[in-house]
């Protein structure tokens, strides 16, 4: 997609002029019984979202690093650590959280993720 400003033409789609900033919020916007999917072995407690979507269900012990280390502490995610901390989690609490909403969680984070790294290499580019 094109977009004209002024004379300039930006080939940038347009999804991704803008970043998407997280805040954490008390309210689960997909079921409560949600598992945290930054340590993947917890139950969730609060959510990091965007203003129109919920990206991270998160436990105490994450909420506390995402208060002290804020985007860093997101960057530390393994997803071959994580998947197998969910399967883990998943084997003794078989009814916690549905595997159809952790998939599609796990796809507005890599959506989520893929945009903001291709954010911040713009970003970078540009300065
Ligand atoms: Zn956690």
Redesign the pocket.
């Known amino acids: 997609m094109k977009i004209r400003i002024g004379l300039i033409f930006m080939k940038t789609p347009f999804d991704d002029l803008f970043p998407e900033p997280l805040f954490e919020s008390p309210y689960f916007a997909h079921g409560t019984r949600r598992i945290?999917l930054?340590?993947?072995?917890?139950k969730?407690e609060t959510t990091l979202r965007t203003v129109t979507t919920e990206i991270f269900p998160?436990?105490?012990?994450?909420s506390f690093n995402w208060n002290f280390y804020s985007y860093d502490s997101l960057k530390k995610i393994k997803p071959k650590q994580l998947m197998w901390n969910l399967a883990k989690f998943k084997l003794l609490h078989p009814f916690y959280d549905n595997p159809i909403t952790i998939y599609k969680s796990l796809k507005r984070i890599k959506r989520w993720s893929t945009k903001m790294a291709a954010y911040m290499k713009r970003r970078k580019n540009e300065s």
């Open positions: 945290c930054v340590c993947g072995s917890a969730a998160i436990c105490g012990n994450c």
